[in-house]
């Protein structure tokens, strides 16, 4: 299977890379894991950036976690903006750039909670149906303002 997978990840597949990296981390290889999420990365895996920046997390390799993070978060990852605001709660750089990265997106997150809040007014109790992207959304607009509250305490 790893030679398979190896194959294909040669060839450019980014699942193939995050597969092989999952398989190396599970082993117990972490650097050649670390080797095959930055490829994946590089292509612009949003997956492969955030695992990239939890190994180095986990590993107390900051400046290296911040990097994915932050690659992971001009992907949209949610939950890489919130841990970038989390390690980085005074780096206006950081701030700045996560601001930047959900403001590019503000008219599409404002016109989904307003018709989130539209479609709750009419009682629906199964929402996703109806917006199915209200979660990240919210979230994206919550960071925005934890952001904007951090950036006014400084």
């Not at 990239?52 to 992907?75: S, T, V």
């Not at 989904?112 to 199915?132: A, D, T, W, Y």
């Amino acid at each position: 299977m790893k030679n398979l997978l190896t194959q294909w990840a040669q060839a450019g597949d980014p699942g193939a890379m995050i597969r092989l990296a999952e398989i190396y981390s599970a082993e117990g290889d972490l650097d050649s894991a670390k080797k095959f999420f930055a490829q994946a990365a590089e292509k612009n895996y949003r997956p492969a950036a955030r695992k990239l920046a939890e190994l180095f997390d986990a590993e107390e390799n900051f400046p290296q976690a911040i990097k994915f993070y932050r690659k992971a978060a001009e992907l949209n990852d949610v939950a890489a903006m919130e841990r970038l605001i989390e390690l980085c709660p005074n780096d206006a750089e950081i701030l700045d750039a996560v601001l930047e990265i959900i403001d590019a997106q503000y008219n599409e997150i404002y016109f989904m909670c307003n018709v989130l809040e539209q479609v709750r007014s009419f009682g629906s109790h199964r929402l996703s149906e109806f917006f199915p992207g209200q979660a990240a959304a919210i979230e994206r607009r919550r960071i925005r303002n934890k952001i904007l509250k951090l950036k006014s305490a400084v």
